[in-house]
């Protein structure tokens, strides 16, 4: 079993370009989460589907969409990327108990 | 107050002794409480679950929940070089976890 995937692993933008950072999990979990993770912030919610079809806003959602494309697969989107969206994102699935567990991440730098 | 509170500076302790961490929260209707484990570069992972007042023992992690105080704290017995990394503390509230900033552990041999 693969656990959680992410695709890509890095990435480098410039500013005004978009993308999709893809996720997927063969774990059979409702839940999935994006955070991004910055120095001296810790790792901020993006946004969450709690089951295939509904997805609502963490923390710091501005500047992204996601997709619950099914039940294995997040996506995350960038329309316009910023500079300030240089971070490492990090996708997680949730199972009983709420018990999370994280995806490889993806190492995204806005120029 | 910020939700998830950790010791602040690194924590650098010798091989073979105990590395004690502790976070305190500030949500008291949480029932659920993680330490998660990140290598540099690497992605976080789950160490010890914890959802009831008292000890809960894995191998050399000890997780110990306090919820009148609101803290949670995490022992590392017998540290190894290998347990150098950062601890992240998370509770569960609000359809998400909250996590801490993290403490950086240094194991020196």
């Known amino acids: 079993n693969a656990g959680v995937t992410q695709t890509p692993k890095f990435q480098v933008l410039k500013t005004g370009q978009s993308m999709t950072l893809q996720c997927a999990q063969d774990?059979?979990?409702?839940?999935m989460y994006w955070y991004r993770q910055d120095p001296g912030m810790g790792l901020r919610l993006i946004y969450y589907?709690?089951?295939?079809?509904?997805?609502d806003k963490g923390e710091v959602p501005n500047g992204y969409n996601v997709s619950r494309l099914n039940k294995r697969e997040f996506s995350l989107r960038l329309e316009s990327a910023a500079p300030s969206q240089t971070s490492v994102y990090f996708c997680?699935?949730?199972?009983?108990?709420?018990?999370?567990?994280f995806g490889p991440g993806t190492r995204l730098t806005v120029t | 107050q910020k939700e998830v509170e950790q010791n602040s500076g690194p924590l650098s302790v010798p091989e073979g002794a105990i590395a004690s961490l502790n976070c305190t929260y500030s949500d008291r209707g949480s029932q659920s409480f993680f330490w998660y484990r990140q290598y540099s570069g690497k992605s976080p992972e789950l160490i010890m679950s914890?959802?009831?007042?008292g000890d809960k023992e894995d191998g050399r992690f000890t997780a110990q929940l306090n919820k009148a105080s609101q803290y949670v704290s995490l022992l590392i017995r017998d540290s190894q070089p290998s347990d150098s990394a950062t601890y992240l503390c998370a509770f569960y509230g609000n359809n998400r976890l909250a996590f801490g900033k993290g403490n950086q552990v240094v194991v020196i041999p």
């Open positions: 914890i959802y009831s007042n």
């Open positions: 589907s709690a089951s295939e079809g509904t997805t």
């Open positions: 997680a699935t949730q199972r009983r108990e709420y018990e999370q567990y």
């Open positions: 774990m059979n979990h409702n839940s």
